[in-house]
């Protein structure tokens, strides 16, 4: 009786009847089976598991995603004081250099993370800036669903983008609490000494969430983290440099706006603000960072115009870079339509 495998399941190549019965003698124990037999011709179609089932989800979502970055626009630029902004804007191009360069700190460091793990190309940036945008004008972490679902559609990877996704996500969070951590304990004498809403019942409990946050994601780190060890310290590294950038470039910025004021004293600021915007439980953190800012420079009018500017700039440009791919996505869809 002829009886091999074939591709993986055992077929019958005689003239046995697929309901014949045998009984099989293996060492003494006994078994009974049905031959079956299969055709010559029978091909086997694997799917993989982690492409999406209905291919125009993922359009949907981004149309969809479109859709809200219009409504968010038209919500946010009623509150826009154009003029106000554009007299207060420098006429110098570095300072419009150095903007550019801290509003695209987060999705070009994410860039080279991405290109790591999965070898992207210049396509993935665009991504990366949607990602930016949906978390900034729709809803936080929005953008990472986004992406998960781009890099499902677009990308061919081995194994499951979900797990990459999520350990960047988380570690970018880890590096904001060690920076947290270590910004509290440089700046908290000189925030302490000033009493200006900084109140120690909240740093305490901000800070408590911070180091059981961390703590359990390092006691948990093998059942949380799913990327190879030198990838996690890579993204790691990366996040750090990207705070540290991110705060540099603000202090520049803001020296450039107010040049009579040393870029010591802004980097000191730009450190301060970084810190309050990363403590949970402390209330009203611009107008903590606003009296940090007077008490220490004296400026009053001037700080409070550059806290107008830096908002206004930055949510402009939110504006403008989420019309700008929601439009090229309902126009395509209507082309391709």
């Not at 006994?30 to 011709?41: E, G, K, S």
């Not at 110098?92 to 695209?104: D, E, G, H, N, Q």
């Not at 004296?298 to 115009?305: N, T």
Request: with cysteine.
């Amino acid at each position: 009786m002829g009886i091999e495998p074939v591709g993986g399941v055992v077929a019958c190549t005689n003239k046995w009847d697929a309901r014949t019965l045998l009984s099989l003698n293996d060492g003494g124990n006994l078994y009974q089976a049905y031959l079956v037999r299969i055709p010559t011709d029978v091909t086997a179609t694997l799917r993989p598991q982690d492409r999406p089932r209905w291919p125009g989800g993922v359009r949907l979502l981004s149309s969809v995603l479109s859709l809200l970055v219009i409504a968010a626009v038209i919500y946010e630029i009623r509150g826009v004081h154009m003029h106000a902004i554009l007299a207060m804007i420098p006429s110098s191009p570095t300072f419009w250099i150095v903007f550019a360069a801290s509003y695209l700190a987060q999705p070009i460091t994410e860039w080279l993370i991405f290109k790591r793990l999965w070898k992207v190309g210049p396509s993935a940036f665009g991504a990366l800036l949607r990602k930016l945008i949906y978390n900034e004008l729709l809803l936080g972490y929005l953008g990472e669903v986004f992406f998960y679902a781009w890099a499902r559609r677009r990308l061919r990877l081995q194994a499951a983008p979900f797990g990459a996704v999520k350990d960047v996500t988380i570690l970018s969070a880890v590096a904001g609490n060690v920076m947290t951590v270590l910004m509290l304990a440089v700046a908290w004498p000189l925030a302490s000494a000033t009493q200006l809403g900084l109140q120690t019942r909240a740093v305490v409990l901000s800070l408590s969430v911070v180091l059981i946050t961390s703590m359990a994601m390092l006691l948990w780190r093998r059942q949380i983290f799913s990327l190879p060890r030198s990838d996690l310290r890579f993204i790691f590294a990366m996040h750090i440099v990207r705070i540290v950038m991110a705060t540099a470039l603000s202090a520049l910025l803001w020296h450039l706006i107010l040049p009579a004021i040393p870029l010591l004293w802004w980097l000191l600021l730009a450190t301060i603000r970084l810190l309050i915007s990363r403590l949970p439980f402390v209330p009203n953190k611009d107008v903590v960072f606003a009296g940090l800012a007077v008490f220490m420079l004296g400026h009053d009018v001037e700080i409070a115009s550059l806290l107008t500017l830096m908002a206004g700039l930055i949510l402009i440009s939110h504006i403008l870079v989420g019309s700008s791919f929601a439009l090229s996505d309902l126009f395509r869809r209507e082309a391709g339509a």
